[in-house]
């Protein structure tokens, strides 16, 4: 059954069209029809609270502790801040995750975000439409809006953050003066590698939209797509591989010069999200202060 899985709309500019076409085992639509409300108190979506009520003063948390009982990528999601409208298309949220089970007959499917994941501990073997991806720590992993996935680990406590991103998809920063390299290779970003299920056994499907979820249930693995080509996909990077640049003489550049990945908004130079990281570097700068 040939699929198209369109990431952009259908008459977008061709640099920035996004799509791909999917062959799979079954259609998709092949599920009951009837979907139930799932409540997950503790995964939030903006606009979430009373703008009103939020505090000025800096906060930081502890990482979450173990959970209690055994619980999967979805039962161990905990929001802590998010920003703008997901109906609009506008703002993020950031949450961290912390599991210990596998999702085995259960898939995930975010219509709401782009869903940047950064594992802390324990690796993540994140089983998608398009194949299978190794994500360790000090890699990262992007799923795509309205991919399906299934979350697995082999550790005893899987944990880490994720960044939600309702607006624009992430994209390589422009270097600028730097020139044609350094920061984030477009190279070093890897899609799946090829894997399908070929499985009868009924498989709950959660839906992410408008901030609500929704579950059904299939008669089989979704993730039975057996060929694919397209440019809409998932991908995963190692963070050693990005080469940041630096002042050689004197004064302190801004963060922006570790952007890995950005989200832009509608205002020209203005991101939605900036994902940068502050990776082991040389600095040599001279007569310049550097905090402690």
């Given amino acids: 059954y040939a699929e198209q899985l369109s990431g952009s709309p259908f008459t977008a500019p061709r640099a920035t069209n996004e799509r791909s076409w999917l062959y799979r085992i079954r259609p998709s639509v092949r599920h009951t029809g009837r979907f139930a409300r799932l409540e997950l108190a503790h995964w939030k979506t903006a606009p979430d609270g009373d703008p009103h009520d939020l505090p000025l003063g800096q906060y930081r948390w502890d990482p979450l502790p173990a959970p209690n009982a055994a619980c999967d990528f979805i039962d161990g999601i905990r929001t802590m801040t998010s920003t703008g409208d997901a109906r609009q298309h506008l703002g993020m949220a950031a949450s961290l ?8 007959d259960k898939v995930l499917l975010n219509a709401d975000a782009e869903m940047l994941i950064v594992p802390e501990q324990g690796t993540l073997d994140i089983f998608t439409e398009m194949g299978r991806m190794i994500v360790p720590s000090g890699h990262i992993a992007v799923l795509p809006r309205g991919m399906m996935a299934k979350i697995r680990t082999d550790a ?3 944990r880490g953050y994720i960044c939600e991103n309702y607006g624009a998809k992430f994209t390589l920063p422009d270097r600028g003066p730097i020139g044609a390299n350094c920061l984030a290779n477009p190279r070093d970003f890897k899609t799946p590698v090829a894997a399908f299920e070929d499985d009868d056994t009924p498989h709950q499907l959660v839906i992410k939209w408008c901030g609500g979820f929704h579950t059904t249930t ?3 693995s979704p993730l039975d797509v ?3 080509h397209g440019n809409y996909t998932p ?6 591989t990005f080469s940041p640049v630096g002042a050689i003489s004197f004064d302190h550049p801004d963060p922006s010069i570790f952007t890995v990945l950005t989200a832009p908004s509608e205002t020209a130079g203005t991101a939605n999200i ?9 600095l040599v700068a001279e007569n310049t202060f550097r905090p402690p």
């Fill in 218 to 220: 299939l008669d089989h």
């Fill in 226 to 228: 057996v060929a694919w």
């Fill in 156 to 158: 005893t406590l899987a």
């Fill in 235 to 240: 991908y995963c990077y190692d963070l050693a």
């Fill in 274 to 282: 900036d994902f940068v990281i502050f990776p082991e570097r040389w």
């Fill in 97 to 104: 995750y912390a599991f210990s089970e596998s999702m085995t």
